[in-house]
């Protein structure tokens, strides 16, 4: 299913240490909602290729289910951007030790802060978020129902339901005030965005490290009973975490909290829209939402460039030599969409028997923490759209449709739909 186009082939640029000019990597991940063709054929024809990287030099693209579930669940690929050799992105914020976060860390550090957080997340915390997210899915259909009224000519999705679902549970969840949200969404906008300069992209970056450096300290005083709260206690009791690092867990957070799940949200419901007969099977049997959910997440991958990782040792895989320093980068809407593992694999089917074996969460160590979270999330969202609005469709021709193809997690800007 193709819905947008695919933007013009960009020229290759040189690179450095590769006898050859290799394409660069945003032909090959950056085609509007469709790289899925260019991945197929590198799928088939190599094991790993040699890409491009927009600063000149080279890095191993990775494509293959099997090779991509290796690599990440392999510790000798270091996620850390200070170690020579990583290949880094405008994302990616550079080798400034400030701007990593406990995700470009390797073990035993990531592992120290990881533990810190991971009881937050556990599966059965999360399911008693359920009746929560819920209510607030109902009040948000309530006001688009009043919108739709009003106007009589159709609502924003993404701004009246994809986006405040879960910026209003994540915000809930750590402690900070929603009614910042203009702040901590426009901020994360230029963070995530593949065409922001740089300079202001870091500017964004020091202006929200300086927004929760000023929530945590603030929260020091009265910690209260929610994931920041609960992480300043544990600082304070045991001094086994720092208020930089509560800071900088707020900060992951808050921007993996809300932007993932609002894009899978608007690509989801888009996708049911237009796909009747799937929308109408789960609509009868709603026992079937919770493997849509994982379909879904499998056919989108709407995160496209990455995850990146650097050798740190000669390490095979498949039949082929990493050396150490060398770059990998992950194509993970390629390992989802492998004929090997899954079949007719550029089909939706929300019946699918193994679609939670996707990779869009991640593989290894470094697997989201919040996964269980976007699950419940998508789940009652998508099911509440199904029942409370059987007719849901696009307000406009789809391609019409303001797609993220200028952001680092795919999805669409604006989803203007009627019913």
Not at 184 to 198: A, C, E, I, N, Y
Not at 255 to 268: C, P, Q, Y
């Amino acid at each position: 299913m193709t819905l947008s186009p695919a933007p013009a082939s960009r020229t290759a640029q040189p690179s450095s240490g590769c006898p050859f000019d290799p394409p660069p990597l945003s032909d090959l991940l950056d085609q509007g909602d469709d790289p899925h063709a260019a991945l197929a054929a590198l799928r088939a024809e190599e094991k790993l290729s040699k890409v491009a990287l927009p600063d000149g030099s080279w890095a191993w693209l990775a494509t293959r289910y099997a090779d991509i579930r290796a690599i990440l669940g392999d510790t000798r690929f270091s996620s850390d951007t200070t170690v020579p050799g990583y290949p880094l992105s405008g994302m990616t914020g550079g080798t400034n030790t400030d701007n990593r976060g406990f995700i470009r860390m390797d073990p035993p550090e990531h592992t120290r802060l990881r533990r810190t957080v991971t009881r937050e997340f556990m599966v059965k915390r999360v399911e008693a978020l359920r009746p929560e997210i819920q209510r607030i899915t109902d009040e948000l259909c309530d006001a688009m129902e009043r919108a739709q009224g009003r106007e009589n000519g159709g609502v924003d999705l993404v701004e009246a339901l994809a986006l405040p679902v879960p910026s209003l549970v994540i915000s809930l969840l750590l402690g900070v005030p929603y009614d910042d949200h203009d702040v901590f969404q426009g901020l994360t906008g230029k963070l995530l965005s593949r065409v922001v300069p740089d300079d202001e992209r870091e500017a964004a970056r020091i202006e929200l490290r300086d927004y929760l450096d000023r929530l945590v300290t603030t929260k020091e005083a009265d910690p209260g009973d929610d994931i920041l709260g609960r992480l300043i206690a544990e600082q304070q009791r045991t001094g086994e975490i720092t208020h930089d690092e509560v800071a900088a867990f707020a900060a992951l957070l808050l921007i993996a909290g809300h932007e993932t799940t609002a894009n899978m949200i608007g690509l989801s419901a888009l996708t049911l829209m237009r796909d009747r007969e799937s929308a109408d099977r789960l609509r009868e049997e709603p026992a079937l939402i919770r493997g849509a959910v994982e379909e879904l997440l499998r056919f989108h991958s709407i995160i496209r460039n990455g995850p990146r990782r650097v050798a740190t040792a000669d390490i095979e895989i498949g039949g082929h030599l990493i050396r150490a320093g060398e770059g990998v980068v992950v194509a993970v809407p390629s390992a989802n969409r492998d004929e090997n593992v899954f079949t007719d694999a550029d089909r939706l089917d929300v019946c699918r028997p193994n679609a939670q074996h996707h990779v869009a969460f991640g593989y290894g160590v470094h697997q989201c923490l919040g996964q269980a979270l976007a699950r419940v999330e998508l789940q009652v969202v998508i099911g509440t759209l199904l029942r409370r609005f059987p007719t849901l469709r696009p307000a406009v021709p789809v391609e019409d449709i303001p797609f993220r193809s200028d952001m680092a997690i795919y999805g669409c800007h604006a989803l203007p739909v009627t019913w």
